[in-house]
């Protein structure tokens, strides 16, 4: 019962969500598109619930010349690929926001663990021995409140 109710939290939340930050969302994009070249959005294989893989949203803040699948801060000099808008964009966390729509197709949820890269195998690993793989991930939870991705793997898990 609990996890239905929260399910249809999400649609609503996400739906009003939606609809309340299309005028930001617009600003955005023109932002985004005046910037640099390449698409608005950005897609990238997360782990989902019960490690199934779906592609995340996320409006582009890097350039479309950066290497595929790298974690930003595996990048050498990850500076030189990320716009001027996309500084932004995630100085403010803005660039999450199509996650929204993540999580009113049911992919994601409002609060749960942050989804894993496909191939962030230690974090997959460690995540399996609390149960953390078998919920949908979420927008929001534990680590974004207390130290994002400084946090070690077994204290993020």
């Not at 989902?48 to 930003?72: A, Q, S």
Request: proline residues 6%; positive net charge; charged residues 25%.
């Amino acid at each position: 019962m609990f996890l239905k109710v929260k399910r249809l939290v999400d649609i609503v939340l996400s739906l009003v969500g939606m609809i309340v930050l299309s005028p930001l969302f617009l600003i955005i994009v023109i932002l985004i598109k005046l910037d640099s070249e390449g698409p608005v959005f950005f897609k990238q294989k997360r782990v989902g619930k019960n490690k199934t893989h779906f592609d995340i949203l996320k409006f582009r803040t890097m350039r479309i010349d950066t290497p595929k699948d790298t974690p930003t801060h595996l990048l050498e000099n990850p500076d030189q690929y990320i716009t001027r808008v996309g500084k932004f964009l995630r100085k403010t966390s803005l660039d999450e926001l199509p996650q929204i729509w993540n999580i009113f197709v049911g992919d994601m949820s409002i609060i749960g663990p942050r989804p894993a890269l496909w191939n962030q195998y230690d974090l997959i690993a460690e995540r399996d021995k609390y149960g953390a793989n078998d919920i949908r991930p979420g927008l929001t939870g534990w680590a974004q409140i207390d130290g994002r991705d400084e946090l070690p793997i077994e204290v993020k898990a």
